[in-house]
Protein backbone atom coordinates (compact mmCIF):
# COMPACT_ATOMS: atom_id res chain seq x y z
CA UNK A 1 0.00 0.00 0.00
CA UNK A 2 1.65 3.14 -1.14
CA UNK A 3 2.30 6.33 0.92
CA UNK A 4 -0.12 9.18 0.92
CA UNK A 5 0.84 12.80 1.10
CA UNK A 6 -0.93 14.85 3.99
CA UNK A 7 -3.66 17.42 2.33
CA UNK A 8 -3.26 20.72 3.78
CA UNK A 9 -6.54 19.77 5.25
CA UNK A 10 -4.42 17.55 7.32
CA UNK A 11 -1.88 19.42 8.21
CA UNK A 12 -4.05 22.34 9.37
CA UNK A 13 -6.58 20.29 11.35
CA UNK A 14 -3.04 18.48 13.25
CA UNK A 15 -1.91 22.27 13.69
CA UNK A 16 -5.29 22.85 15.44
CA UNK A 17 -4.35 20.24 18.35
CA UNK A 18 -3.20 21.51 21.50
CA UNK A 19 -2.99 20.39 25.20
CA UNK A 20 -6.70 21.35 26.08
CA UNK A 21 -8.10 21.04 22.11
CA UNK A 22 -8.45 17.21 20.91
CA UNK A 23 -8.41 16.80 17.13
CA UNK A 24 -11.21 14.25 16.59
CA UNK A 25 -14.73 13.74 15.66
CA UNK A 26 -16.16 10.56 17.94
CA UNK A 27 -19.61 8.70 16.99
CA UNK A 28 -21.59 7.07 19.93
CA UNK A 29 -22.89 4.32 18.72
CA UNK A 30 -25.69 2.47 20.64
CA UNK A 31 -26.17 -1.44 19.78
CA UNK A 32 -29.01 -3.20 21.40
CA UNK A 33 -29.90 -6.73 23.39
CA UNK A 34 -27.52 -9.49 21.65
CA UNK A 35 -24.91 -6.76 21.50
CA UNK A 36 -21.52 -8.70 20.27
CA UNK A 37 -18.97 -9.27 22.59
CA UNK A 38 -15.19 -7.96 22.25
CA UNK A 39 -13.96 -11.27 20.42
CA UNK A 40 -17.30 -10.34 17.57
CA UNK A 41 -16.42 -6.96 17.38
CA UNK A 42 -12.55 -7.71 17.21
CA UNK A 43 -13.19 -10.54 14.10
CA UNK A 44 -15.45 -8.49 12.06
CA UNK A 45 -12.84 -5.32 12.02
CA UNK A 46 -9.73 -7.49 11.74
CA UNK A 47 -11.94 -9.12 8.58
CA UNK A 48 -12.93 -5.87 6.84
CA UNK A 49 -10.13 -3.46 8.25
CA UNK A 50 -8.71 -3.72 4.22
CA UNK A 51 -11.76 -2.26 2.99
CA UNK A 52 -10.77 0.85 4.98
CA UNK A 53 -6.92 1.33 4.56
CA UNK A 54 -6.84 4.93 5.48
CA UNK A 55 -7.90 3.49 8.85
CA UNK A 56 -4.19 1.20 9.12
CA UNK A 57 -2.00 4.40 8.22
CA UNK A 58 -0.26 6.50 10.91
CA UNK A 59 1.54 9.77 10.76
CA UNK A 60 4.63 9.25 9.10
CA UNK A 61 7.25 11.26 7.09
CA UNK A 62 9.50 14.11 7.68
CA UNK A 63 8.37 17.88 9.02
CA UNK A 64 8.82 18.94 5.44
CA UNK A 65 6.94 15.58 3.65
CA UNK A 66 4.35 14.61 5.93
CA UNK A 67 2.65 11.00 4.97
CA UNK A 68 0.06 8.74 5.59
CA UNK A 69 2.00 5.57 6.26
CA UNK A 70 1.21 1.87 6.83
CA UNK A 71 1.61 0.90 10.19
CA UNK A 72 3.38 -2.29 10.29
CA UNK A 73 2.47 -3.38 13.43
CA UNK A 74 -1.13 -2.52 13.15
CA UNK A 75 -3.20 -4.86 15.67
CA UNK A 76 -6.82 -4.41 16.26
CA UNK A 77 -6.58 -5.34 19.53
CA UNK A 78 -4.62 -1.51 20.07
CA UNK A 79 -7.84 -0.03 18.33
CA UNK A 80 -10.91 -1.95 20.36
CA UNK A 81 -11.08 -1.50 23.79
CA UNK A 82 -13.01 -2.59 26.66
CA UNK A 83 -14.09 0.02 29.30
CA UNK A 84 -13.67 -1.41 32.54
CA UNK A 85 -17.01 -0.52 34.70
CA UNK A 86 -17.83 -2.22 37.82
CA UNK A 87 -21.61 -2.33 36.94
CA UNK A 88 -23.17 -2.06 33.05
CA UNK A 89 -23.48 2.20 32.52
CA UNK A 90 -27.27 4.38 32.34
CA UNK A 91 -27.68 7.22 30.87
CA UNK A 92 -25.92 9.72 32.93
CA UNK A 93 -23.09 7.32 33.29
CA UNK A 94 -22.95 6.81 29.79
CA UNK A 95 -22.58 10.43 29.09
CA UNK A 96 -19.61 10.81 32.04
CA UNK A 97 -17.66 7.66 30.46
CA UNK A 98 -18.36 9.68 26.63
CA UNK A 99 -16.87 12.92 28.19
CA UNK A 100 -13.82 11.77 29.83
CA UNK A 101 -13.12 10.03 26.64
CA UNK A 102 -13.43 12.87 24.46
CA UNK A 103 -11.38 15.00 26.37
CA UNK A 104 -7.91 12.30 25.45
CA UNK A 105 -5.81 12.56 22.69
CA UNK A 106 -5.06 9.77 20.38
CA UNK A 107 -1.89 8.43 20.42
CA UNK A 108 0.02 9.46 17.40
CA UNK A 109 2.44 6.56 16.47
CA UNK A 110 -0.50 4.43 15.68
CA UNK A 111 -3.36 4.83 13.09
CA UNK A 112 -5.50 7.97 14.60
CA UNK A 113 -8.74 6.08 16.08
CA UNK A 114 -9.76 4.05 18.70
CA UNK A 115 -13.54 2.31 19.73
CA UNK A 116 -14.37 2.21 23.19
CA UNK A 117 -17.08 -0.30 24.10
CA UNK A 118 -18.76 0.16 27.12
CA UNK A 119 -21.48 -1.86 28.87
CA UNK A 120 -25.11 -0.96 29.18
CA UNK A 121 -28.01 -1.46 31.19
CA UNK A 122 -30.52 -4.02 29.37
CA UNK A 123 -27.22 -6.19 27.64
CA UNK A 124 -26.76 -3.48 25.38
CA UNK A 125 -23.32 -1.53 24.40
CA UNK A 126 -22.26 1.88 23.40
CA UNK A 127 -19.01 1.90 21.16
CA UNK A 128 -17.49 4.93 21.61
CA UNK A 129 -15.83 5.35 18.28
CA UNK A 130 -13.24 8.14 17.81
CA UNK A 131 -11.76 9.19 14.44
CA UNK A 132 -9.33 11.66 14.14
CA UNK A 133 -10.93 14.62 12.07
CA UNK A 134 -7.38 14.77 9.72
CA UNK A 135 -8.34 11.12 8.72
CA UNK A 136 -12.15 11.89 7.98
CA UNK A 137 -14.98 14.15 7.93
CA UNK A 138 -18.04 13.44 8.97
CA UNK A 139 -19.21 12.65 5.82
CA UNK A 140 -16.16 10.32 5.79
CA UNK A 141 -16.88 8.59 8.68
CA UNK A 142 -19.93 7.01 7.66
CA UNK A 143 -18.72 5.68 5.07
CA UNK A 144 -16.29 4.20 7.01
CA UNK A 145 -18.70 3.05 9.17
CA UNK A 146 -20.49 1.68 6.63
CA UNK A 147 -18.02 -0.51 5.50
CA UNK A 148 -16.04 -1.42 8.91
CA UNK A 149 -19.26 -2.19 10.91
CA UNK A 150 -22.76 -2.13 9.51
CA UNK A 151 -23.73 -5.65 8.71
CA UNK A 152 -24.01 -5.11 4.68
CA UNK A 153 -27.44 -4.74 3.20
CA UNK A 154 -28.83 -6.75 0.47
CA UNK A 155 -30.04 -3.76 -1.24
CA UNK A 156 -26.89 -1.95 -1.26
CA UNK A 157 -25.20 0.60 1.19
CA UNK A 158 -27.50 1.60 3.89
CA UNK A 159 -26.03 5.15 4.02
CA UNK A 160 -26.96 8.11 2.34
CA UNK A 161 -24.80 8.90 -0.85
CA UNK A 162 -22.38 12.25 -0.46
CA UNK A 163 -23.57 14.74 -3.30
CA UNK A 164 -20.98 17.39 -2.97
CA UNK A 165 -22.15 20.73 -4.62
CA UNK A 166 -20.00 20.96 -7.34
CA UNK A 167 -17.53 23.96 -8.16
CA UNK A 168 -18.83 27.34 -9.97
CA UNK A 169 -16.32 27.90 -13.09
CA UNK A 170 -18.65 30.48 -14.06
CA UNK A 171 -15.65 33.62 -12.80
CA UNK A 172 -18.48 36.15 -14.07
CA UNK A 173 -21.12 35.28 -11.90
CA UNK A 174 -18.42 34.57 -8.67
CA UNK A 175 -17.28 37.95 -9.07
CA UNK A 176 -20.74 39.51 -9.03
CA UNK A 177 -21.62 37.71 -5.74
CA UNK A 178 -17.97 38.18 -4.52
CA UNK A 179 -19.03 41.50 -2.37
CA UNK A 180 -22.10 39.85 -0.81
CA UNK A 181 -20.53 37.15 0.07
CA UNK A 182 -17.43 39.06 2.01
CA UNK A 183 -19.97 40.86 3.48
CA UNK A 184 -21.89 37.72 4.81
CA UNK A 185 -18.97 35.36 5.92
CA UNK A 186 -16.94 38.27 7.08
CA UNK A 187 -19.62 39.98 9.27
CA UNK A 188 -19.17 40.29 12.71
CA UNK A 189 -21.36 39.84 15.83
CA UNK A 190 -22.53 42.77 17.69
CA UNK A 191 -22.08 41.02 20.94
CA UNK A 192 -19.60 39.07 22.91
CA UNK A 193 -20.92 35.48 22.85
CA UNK A 194 -21.41 33.87 25.95
CA UNK A 195 -19.54 30.73 24.77
CA UNK A 196 -16.46 32.91 24.45
CA UNK A 197 -13.76 31.77 26.79
CA UNK A 198 -10.44 30.36 27.16
CA UNK A 199 -11.04 26.30 26.94
CA UNK A 200 -10.24 23.88 29.57
CA UNK A 201 -9.15 20.34 29.37
CA UNK A 202 -12.59 19.01 30.51
CA UNK A 203 -15.78 18.33 28.10
CA UNK A 204 -19.20 17.54 28.74
CA UNK A 205 -21.74 15.89 26.72
CA UNK A 206 -25.43 15.39 26.24
CA UNK A 207 -28.03 13.55 23.34
CA UNK A 208 -30.97 14.55 22.14
CA UNK A 209 -32.89 12.89 19.59
CA UNK A 210 -36.02 14.41 17.52
CA UNK A 211 -38.36 12.53 14.72
CA UNK A 212 -36.68 13.43 11.08
CA UNK A 213 -39.79 12.84 9.04
CA UNK A 214 -42.50 15.06 11.26
CA UNK A 215 -39.93 17.96 11.60
CA UNK A 216 -39.03 17.96 7.48
CA UNK A 217 -42.84 17.88 7.33
CA UNK A 218 -43.18 20.94 9.58
CA UNK A 219 -41.08 22.64 7.57
CA UNK A 220 -41.77 22.29 4.26
CA UNK A 221 -45.42 22.78 5.44
CA UNK A 222 -44.86 26.00 7.36
CA UNK A 223 -41.83 27.98 4.93
CA UNK A 224 -41.13 25.42 2.08
CA UNK A 225 -37.57 24.81 4.22
CA UNK A 226 -35.27 21.85 3.91
CA UNK A 227 -34.36 19.95 7.00
CA UNK A 228 -31.19 21.70 7.43
CA UNK A 229 -33.19 24.77 7.67
CA UNK A 230 -35.37 23.07 10.56
CA UNK A 231 -32.29 21.95 12.61
CA UNK A 232 -30.62 25.32 12.39
CA UNK A 233 -34.24 26.68 14.14
CA UNK A 234 -34.02 24.23 16.75
CA UNK A 235 -30.93 25.13 17.71
CA UNK A 236 -31.67 29.02 17.28
CA UNK A 237 -35.07 28.00 20.15
CA UNK A 238 -32.63 26.45 21.95
CA UNK A 239 -29.68 28.95 22.66
CA UNK A 240 -32.44 31.18 23.18
CA UNK A 241 -33.62 29.41 25.86
CA UNK A 242 -30.02 28.87 27.61
CA UNK A 243 -29.24 32.90 26.49
CA UNK A 244 -32.50 33.84 28.76
CA UNK A 245 -32.23 31.23 31.60
CA UNK A 246 -28.28 32.87 31.97
CA UNK A 247 -27.60 35.69 30.33
CA UNK A 248 -30.82 37.49 29.31
CA UNK A 249 -31.11 38.81 25.45
CA UNK A 250 -28.67 38.24 23.40
CA UNK A 251 -29.94 39.17 20.19
CA UNK A 252 -28.35 37.60 16.82
CA UNK A 253 -25.60 34.78 17.17
CA UNK A 254 -23.73 33.86 13.86
CA UNK A 255 -23.40 30.01 13.97
CA UNK A 256 -20.84 28.12 11.55
CA UNK A 257 -22.32 25.00 8.82
CA UNK A 258 -19.93 23.20 7.76
CA UNK A 259 -20.94 21.89 4.28
CA UNK A 260 -19.50 18.31 2.53
CA UNK A 261 -17.91 18.95 -0.80
CA UNK A 262 -17.92 14.91 -1.42
CA UNK A 263 -18.83 14.03 -4.45
CA UNK A 264 -20.02 10.50 -5.30
CA UNK A 265 -17.30 7.93 -5.33
CA UNK A 266 -14.38 10.24 -4.31
CA UNK A 267 -11.65 9.15 -1.49
CA UNK A 268 -11.18 12.10 0.32
CA UNK A 269 -10.93 11.92 3.75
CA UNK A 270 -11.74 15.93 4.25
CA UNK A 271 -14.03 17.60 1.50
CA UNK A 272 -15.50 20.16 3.38
CA UNK A 273 -16.35 24.27 3.60
CA UNK A 274 -18.84 26.60 5.31
CA UNK A 275 -20.85 29.31 5.25
CA UNK A 276 -22.03 31.09 8.68
CA UNK A 277 -25.89 31.95 9.50
CA UNK A 278 -27.26 34.64 11.64
CA UNK A 279 -30.09 32.95 14.24
CA UNK A 280 -32.28 35.69 15.37
CA UNK A 281 -32.43 34.48 19.23
CA UNK A 282 -34.47 37.37 20.06
CA UNK A 283 -37.37 35.66 17.92
CA UNK A 284 -39.91 34.35 20.19
CA UNK A 285 -42.07 32.06 17.35
CA UNK A 286 -40.73 29.26 16.28
CA UNK A 287 -42.17 29.83 12.59
CA UNK A 288 -40.56 32.82 11.95
CA UNK A 289 -37.23 31.74 13.38
CA UNK A 290 -37.40 29.37 10.86
CA UNK A 291 -38.37 31.66 8.17
CA UNK A 292 -35.63 33.95 9.02
CA UNK A 293 -33.08 30.53 8.84
CA UNK A 294 -34.56 29.81 5.58
CA UNK A 295 -33.72 32.86 4.03
CA UNK A 296 -30.19 33.29 5.24
CA UNK A 297 -28.98 29.99 4.18
CA UNK A 298 -31.20 30.08 0.54
CA UNK A 299 -28.85 33.10 -0.32
CA UNK A 300 -25.82 31.31 0.76
CA UNK A 301 -26.58 28.07 -1.35
CA UNK A 302 -28.08 30.08 -4.06
CA UNK A 303 -24.54 32.34 -4.28
CA UNK A 304 -22.34 29.39 -3.82
CA UNK A 305 -20.82 30.73 -0.21
CA UNK A 306 -19.30 27.16 1.13
CA UNK A 307 -17.67 27.41 -2.94
CA UNK A 308 -16.33 30.61 -2.10
CA UNK A 309 -14.53 29.81 0.78
CA UNK A 310 -12.56 26.87 -0.55
CA UNK A 311 -11.69 28.85 -3.62
CA UNK A 312 -10.78 32.07 -1.52
CA UNK A 313 -8.99 30.44 0.87
CA UNK A 314 -7.11 28.45 -2.19
CA UNK A 315 -6.32 31.50 -3.40
CA UNK A 316 -5.05 33.73 -1.02
CA UNK A 317 -2.72 30.45 -0.49
CA UNK A 318 -1.38 30.98 -3.30
CA UNK A 319 -0.67 34.49 -3.58
CA UNK A 320 0.51 34.86 0.09
CA UNK A 321 0.59 31.87 2.92
CA UNK A 322 0.79 34.72 5.54
CA UNK A 323 -2.37 36.22 3.99
CA UNK A 324 -4.03 32.72 4.43
CA UNK A 325 -2.90 32.49 7.70
CA UNK A 326 -4.17 35.63 8.80
CA UNK A 327 -7.68 34.74 6.68
CA UNK A 328 -7.49 31.55 8.83
CA UNK A 329 -7.02 33.23 12.58
CA UNK A 330 -10.31 35.86 11.29
CA UNK A 331 -12.32 32.61 10.52
CA UNK A 332 -11.85 31.10 13.57
CA UNK A 333 -12.60 34.22 15.97
CA UNK A 334 -15.62 34.29 18.47
CA UNK A 335 -16.96 37.50 16.75
CA UNK A 336 -17.22 35.34 13.52
CA UNK A 337 -19.19 32.67 14.81
CA UNK A 338 -20.51 31.81 18.14
CA UNK A 339 -21.27 27.65 17.85
CA UNK A 340 -20.94 25.46 14.81
CA UNK A 341 -23.79 23.60 13.80
CA UNK A 342 -22.98 20.57 11.56
CA UNK A 343 -25.23 18.18 9.94
CA UNK A 344 -24.54 14.36 8.33
CA UNK A 345 -26.76 12.20 6.18
CA UNK A 346 -26.72 9.04 8.20
CA UNK A 347 -28.26 5.68 7.12
CA UNK A 348 -31.49 6.07 6.05
CA UNK A 349 -32.63 2.26 7.11
CA UNK A 350 -32.31 0.64 10.07
CA UNK A 351 -28.34 -1.15 10.68
CA UNK A 352 -27.26 -3.85 12.51
CA UNK A 353 -23.66 -4.62 13.40
CA UNK A 354 -23.32 -8.61 13.90
CA UNK A 355 -26.96 -9.19 13.94
CA UNK A 356 -27.22 -6.72 16.64
CA UNK A 357 -29.63 -3.86 15.77
CA UNK A 358 -28.47 -0.26 16.46
CA UNK A 359 -30.62 2.26 18.59
CA UNK A 360 -29.12 5.36 17.83
CA UNK A 361 -26.07 7.03 16.50
CA UNK A 362 -25.27 10.63 17.86
CA UNK A 363 -22.10 12.26 16.48
CA UNK A 364 -19.65 14.45 18.85
CA UNK A 365 -17.18 17.18 17.80
CA UNK A 366 -14.89 18.97 19.50
CA UNK A 367 -15.06 22.75 20.69
CA UNK A 368 -12.40 25.18 19.40
CA UNK A 369 -10.90 27.64 21.29
CA UNK A 370 -12.79 30.52 22.67
CA UNK A 371 -15.95 28.47 21.22
CA UNK A 372 -16.89 26.54 24.72
CA UNK A 373 -20.20 24.99 22.71
CA UNK A 374 -20.07 22.81 19.65
CA UNK A 375 -23.32 20.87 18.01
CA UNK A 376 -23.63 17.53 15.75
CA UNK A 377 -26.38 15.99 13.67
CA UNK A 378 -26.22 13.09 12.28
CA UNK A 379 -29.46 10.62 11.05
CA UNK A 380 -30.35 7.42 11.43
CA UNK A 381 -33.97 5.77 10.42
CA UNK A 382 -36.15 8.23 11.02
CA UNK A 383 -34.74 10.35 13.51
CA UNK A 384 -32.16 13.38 14.03
CA UNK A 385 -29.70 12.32 16.97
CA UNK A 386 -27.79 15.59 18.05
CA UNK A 387 -24.38 15.15 20.08
CA UNK A 388 -23.68 18.41 22.30
CA UNK A 389 -20.04 19.30 23.45
CA UNK A 390 -18.96 22.12 25.61
CA UNK A 391 -16.36 23.08 28.20
CA UNK A 392 -18.29 22.69 31.42
CA UNK A 393 -16.54 25.38 33.16
CA UNK A 394 -18.26 27.89 30.71
CA UNK A 395 -21.42 26.38 29.73
CA UNK A 396 -23.09 25.23 32.60
CA UNK A 397 -26.72 23.04 32.58
CA UNK A 398 -26.26 21.69 29.34
CA UNK A 399 -29.13 19.59 29.83
CA UNK A 400 -31.17 21.87 29.37
CA UNK A 401 -29.80 22.75 26.12
CA UNK A 402 -30.13 19.09 24.87
CA UNK A 403 -33.84 19.54 26.28
CA UNK A 404 -34.77 22.64 24.48
CA UNK A 405 -33.62 21.22 21.45
CA UNK A 406 -36.53 18.50 22.05
CA UNK A 407 -39.06 21.27 22.99
CA UNK A 408 -38.12 23.32 20.21
CA UNK A 409 -38.47 20.88 17.19
CA UNK A 410 -41.95 20.08 18.69
CA UNK A 411 -42.82 23.62 19.20
CA UNK A 412 -42.18 23.73 15.17
CA UNK A 413 -44.19 20.48 14.49
CA UNK A 414 -46.90 22.05 16.82
CA UNK A 415 -46.83 25.35 14.40
CA UNK A 416 -46.72 23.42 10.93
CA UNK A 417 -50.29 21.87 12.55
Known amino acids: ?64 EQLWVRDPGFDPDRHLVEVPVDAPLDGPGLRAEVARLFAQHLDRARPLWRIDAAPLEGGRVALVWRLHHAVADGTTAMRFARELLWDPEPGGPSAAPAHGQGRAADEERRRGHLAGFLHREFARSHGRSPFDGEIGRRRQVEFASVPLAELHAAAKRLDGATVNDAVLATVAGALRRWVEAHHGSLGTVRVKVPVSLHHEGDSAGNRDS ?19 VRLATAERKADHDADEMEELVQELARVSPRLARFCERLERSPRRFAVNVSNVPGPRGRVAIAGAAVESVHSLAEIGERHALRVAVISLAGNLCFGLCADPALVDDLGALAEGIELEAEALVAAAR
Open 1 to 64: MADVALTAEDRAILALESETIAGHTCKVIVVGPGAPDHATLRETIAARIESVPALTRRLGGTPE
Open 274 to 292: FFTVPLPLNEAQPAARLRA
